[in-house]
Every structure is written in C-alpha cells, then in structure tokens.
C-alpha cells in the first residue's frame, strides 16, 4: 500500500511540470506533440541580415515574416503559390523564388512537431497562444490594421526581436 | 601642377556625378522606347505615349481596384500598402530617384500589380503611358 502511495506521489510530482504549464493541455489539445501542440516556432532573431533577395522580395508589401516563425513545409507552400499570395500577385524568376525558398527552408522552425503546415503565422498554435491576451479590438485599431502586422507593436520584427518586454502595443 | 591635378579630378568626379545622375532618366528613357516599340508591332496605329492617358489609367478605379490604393494619388508622397499598411516609397522619380532605374524591378512590379488591379497584364501602351507620365512629374 505504502509503495503504491509512493508510486502514485512521485508519478504526480513528475508530471507536475508538465501540468503547470498550461500551453499544451487547454483549449483540449493533445500533449502529444510537445508545447503548442507541436506547433512551435524556432529561432527568430535572423543571423546577420538575413538574405537579401529575400529581405527585398518578402519585405516589400509587409515585414519580412522571419523563416522561424513556420516550419519549412509551410514555406514550400507558400513559395509555391505566390501567384495567388494572400490575393496578390507575388511572383518572382525561377532563381529568386529558389533562393528564397532555400534559405527558408533552411531557416525554417526547428521546434515545429505537429504534422501541421499553416500558410498563416497568425493561425499557428504558438502565435495564438502568445497573444491569447490581445482582444480582437486591439487588431483593428488604425495603427495596427491586422495580427499580420507585427511591426506595429514588435519594433524588431524585420530582425526576428519579440522580446516580450520590448512590445509596445499604439493606441 | 598640383591644382590643375586636383582641379582635373573634381571636374571629373562632378561629370561623373552628373552621368550618375542622368543614368537613372536613361534606363526610364530605355524602357519606353522598348514599350513603344512593342506598342507598334500590337497596333499598327499606334499613337505614341501620353502622360495624360497615363495619368488617367494610373489615378483611375478599375474596376474595384486602382494603383491609387497603395500608391496614393499624390506620387511624390509615401504611400501605404491597402492591407498590410506597409510604407511604400514614392513612386514619381522626382521625389525618389531610384524608381524607374531598374528595367528588371520595373517589369516585375508591372506584371504582379497589373494582375492585381486588373487582373491581366498591362499592354505595352498602358505601361509607356504610365512611365511617360511618372518621369514628367515635376
């Protein structure tokens, strides 16, 4: 009896960890697949300047969404429909749409384990859960427009900063 | 020997300046002349270039689009991106002397935003109009 208490106390404590933290287990996801249920970024913060084909192409109807905020299967989608990007035409040569697409492939979320390939960040699991805090009438103020606008409130999301403690939300 | 040296040198660096400065205006120059001659072989009437016609075709709505919506009317001023409110630079070279410099980035921004606003590429007409009236902004 006494060593079934034991077994069932320290099974408890080891799972604490887990149970705490709350990422996996709300919204009635699965743990199956780690934090965010499997959908978590990577690396954000770009080494050096990134790629400057990619910089110029990507970043100039948006910000440069850094390649470690999806995984590479995400990008190969997108890479492969910029005709039909979002309801804009953002094709490139051959060679530029490869470049591209190499180096976000080789960016891309290293931590990503779910089976899954969104097209948008913003429906991503650890975006949803990171800005579980904003409501919805913060997204539509003018000096925001839309969650796909990070650099409203991430002054460094051309460079990959997110640092919570560098966010600064506009009235 | 010494000043006519250094004199010799600024009236260079100066020429070079100013042939830096009309390279841009040449490459302009360049692509209209492309666009004119593919205007003729799709018209055989064809009228040459207006930047009126091409200040129309730019500031106009087609259908529930128009080159306005990111680029504003006012093509010395910045402009926004429509949905992602993204700064765009100035389109008129007199205010940014960049734009039109570039006959790759010309071309590939007139295939992607022609599709966009009128979901077909721009005749060689609309875009020699276009480009004829972006360099007469003043």
């Known amino acids: 009896m006494k060593t079934l208490a034991c077994l069932f106390l320290s099974l408890s404590v080891l799972s604490f960890p887990v149970m705490a933290d709350d990422d996996d ?23 050096g300047k990134g790629n400057n084909v990619w910089n110029q192409e990507c970043g100039s109807c948006h910000v440069a969404y850094v390649p470690g905020l999806l995984p590479a299967e995400s990008w190969r989608k ?31 979320s290293n931590r990503w384990r779910a089976p899954t390939a969104p097209l948008r960040i913003t429906e991503s699991y650890w975006f949803e859960r990171k800005h579980d805090e904003v409501s919805p009438a913060v997204w539509k103020r003018a000096s925001i427009k839309s969650p796909a606008n990070c650099n409203a409130c991430h002054a460094g999301a051309a460079n990959g900063d997110f640092e919570e403690h560098r966010v600064h939300i506009p009235r | 020997m010494r ?3 250094s004199k010799s040198v600024v009236i260079a660096v100066l020429s070079g300046a100013a042939t830096g400065a009309h390279a841009a205006g040449d490459v302009a120059s360049m692509l209209i002349g492309q666009y004119a001659t593919q205007a003729k072989q799709e018209n055989a009437v064809f009228p040459g270039f207006s930047a009126q016609q091409g200040k129309a075709f730019f500031l106009g709505r087609h259908g529930n689009e128009s080159c306005t919506g990111c680029h504003t009317d006012n093509l010395k001023a910045s402009g926004k991106h429509a949905k992602t409110g993204k700064v765009i630079e100035p389109l008129a070279p007199v205010a940014n002397p960049i734009r039109l410099s570039d006959p790759a980035k010309v071309e590939k921004w007139f295939k992607r935003n022609c599709n966009d606003v009128l979901q077909r590429a721009c005749t060689a007409q609309e875009k020699g109009d276009v480009m004829t009236w ?3 902004i003043k």
């Open chain 2, 3 to 5: 000043s006519l040296f």
């Open chain 2, 134 to 136: 972006l360099v007469s």
């Open chain 1, 78 to 108: 997108i890479m492969g429909g910029l005709d039909k990007h979002f309801g804009a035409d953002a094709s490139l040569t051959p060679q530029e749409n490869r470049e591209i697409l190499d180096y976000l492939v080789v960016n891309a």
């Open chain 1, 25 to 47: 287990e709300h919204h009635g996801g699965s743990a199956r697949y780690g934090k965010y249920n499997g959908e978590n970024r990577g690396k954000t913060a770009l080494s």
